[in-house]
C-alpha cells in the first residue's frame, strides 16, 4: 500500500475515532459536573480597600455578598473598577 493511501485511509478513520471519543469525553463531564455541589458566591474585601467603599455600597447586605446593587451591577460591568 502506498503511503497516499494509507494516510488517505488514516484520515477517514479519525473523524470516527474521535467522534465516539468525543461524545463519550462530553457525557462524561456532564455526568461529573452533576454531581458537584454548587458554590457559594463569596464577597471581596479587596474590593472595599481597593476602592475605599464599604461593602454595602455595591450590595444589599451593607456587610457585603448576596444581591448587588445597581452601582455593583455597574461595577462588575465596568471590569470591576469604580464607574464614572
Known amino acids: 500500500m502506498s503511503n497516499k493511501r494509507r494516510l488517505s485511509a488514516l484520515i477517514s478513520a479519525t473523524p470516527v475515532l474521535c467522534g465516539g471519543a468525543g461524545v463519550l469525553s462530553a457525557a462524561l463531564i456532564a455526568g461529573l459536573v452533576t454531581l458537584l455541589p454548587p458554590r457559594e458566591a463569596q464577597a471581596t474585601p479587596a474590593y472595599a ?22 452601582f455593583g451591577k455597574a461595577f462588575a460591568a465596568n471590569g470591576h473598577k469604580v464607574p464614572k
Open 49 to 70: 480597600s481597593q476602592t475605599g467603599l464599604p461593602c454595602g455600597k455595591c450590595h444589599v447586605n451593607p456587610a457585603g455578598g448576596g444581591a448587588n446593587t445597581a
